[in-house]
């Protein structure tokens, strides 16, 4: 922890009195099962039943994040997600508005997917977002979401990011 007030780490509450940053990257929710490579062998973007998907842990677990927003008055001006099936999923059960498919924040996988193109698309998009002051959602993938904060998540964890300082915060939601 940094001094007294100026914490890595702020639960869901805390950040709702004292917001930090102007992005709150998401990572899906859970989604059991997977390869040495991290998905099914015949893995299409198009095609759910490819990907690994939320299971009924998972579709609970979206579902208490959005509440735990919507109880701590959270909202979003946009809420961006990753293309994969179990993104899209987790920002639709969140229920917080409409949804918005973003590339930059699709995960690398295989040869199909580079995520260093992936990440230099969304380097971009952030530094666009140096002077927003309405807060962003971006729902994607732990390696997307280290990359940029240098934090890694657990399924369904979430970072606060500020574009300016490119200083990032936990945020403990469950």
Known sequence: MDAPGNSVELTL??????????????????APGMD??????????????????LDSTGVAQATAIGKKFI?????????????????????????????????SLNSGFRELFKLEESLARLRKNLESLKGEEKLILMITHRRV??????????????????????????????
């Open 145 to 174: 979401i280290s990359a940029i904060t240098g934090i890694s998540v657990k399924s369904g964890g979430a970072v606060a990011y500020d574009t300016k300082t490119k200083k990032s915060k936990i945020i403990w939601i469950e």
């Open 71 to 103: 109880a701590n008055g959270i909202k979003f001006a946009n809420i961006y997600s990753s293309q994969w099936c179990r993104c899209l999923e987790t920002a639709q059960l969140l229920n917080l508005g409409k949804v918005t498919q973003e590339t």
């Open 13 to 30: 509450e805390d950040y709702a009195k004292k917001p930090f940053g102007n992005i709150i990257f998401l990572r899906h929710a859970f």
């Open 36 to 53: 040495a490579n991290g998905q099914p062998a015949n893995f299409k973007i198009d095609d759910c039943s490819t990907q690994r998907n």
